[in-house]
T-cell receptor
């Protein structure tokens, strides 16, 4: 099993550009989530999904969109990148929302 | 008050030392507790779940104190490879549902 995979590993964007961060898991987990991690602030939940076709907002959803068309994939879209979105983004999956989560390797995003 | 609070450290200890971290949580209804380990510039990885009766995994012991609303992690015989940030994770209420909430982490440095 590959577990949770994320692409790309690194990305530099200019302000105003859009892009999609990819996330996939092969563990047949229903629950998937996106976090951002900034120095001194811990992991903050952006969006999450409890199953295909169902998504909801987390703690810091503004500026991001998600969709969940399959159990395996949960892409995160940045609509119009801003320097405040410079961060490390982690995708995670779990059997259920309060079970232990398994993380992908992360995407380091810089917005200039 | 933050839902999950940890001392950021760093805890700087010699090899072979015993070190303990505490983490306090604010929601008395929380049911799921975990410790994760995060190495520099890597994703968080599950270290151990924390059960009501406490649990041990080799050199690591986790305890839960519901009355005082904290969990602890004890590391015996510290190794250089234990140097990392340790994240406390608790299920807490965000908006109308329960989700995992991550502490900001406690940094451990083990010196030769």
């Amino acid at each position: 099993n590959a577990g949770v995979t994320q692409t790309p590993k690194f990305q530099v964007l200019k302000t105003g550009q859009s892009m999609t961060l990819q996330c996939a898991q092969d563990m047949n987990h229903e629950y998937m989530s996106w976090y951002r991690q900034d120095p001194g602030m811990g992991l903050r939940l952006i969006h999450y999904s409890v199953g295909a076709g169902i998504t909801d907002q987390g703690e810091v959803p503004n500026g991001y969109n998600v969709s969940r068309s399959t159990t395996e994939d949960f892409p995160l879209r940045l609509l119009s990148a801003a320097p405040s979105q410079t961060s490390v983004y982690f995708c995670a999956s779990s059997y259920a929302r309060v079970h232990e989560q398994y993380f992908g390797p992360g995407t380091r995003l810089t917005v200039t | 008050r933050k839902e999950v609070e940890q001392d950021p450290g760093p805890f700087n200890v010699p090899e072979g030392a015993t070190v303990a971290f505490n983490c306090t949580y604010s929601n008395s209804a929380s049911q799921s507790f975990f410790w994760y380990r995060q190495d520099c510039r890597k994703e968080p990885k599950l270290l151990m779940s924390v059960y009501s009766s406490g649990n041990e995994d080799g050199r690591f012991t986790a305890q839960l104190n519901r009355a005082s609303q904290y969990i602890s992690l004890l590391i015996r015989d510290s190794k250089l490879s234990d140097s990392a940030t340790y994240l406390c994770v608790v299920n807490g209420r965000m908006d109308s549902s329960y989700k995992l909430i991550f502490g900001s982490g406690t940094r451990l440095l083990v010196r030769p």
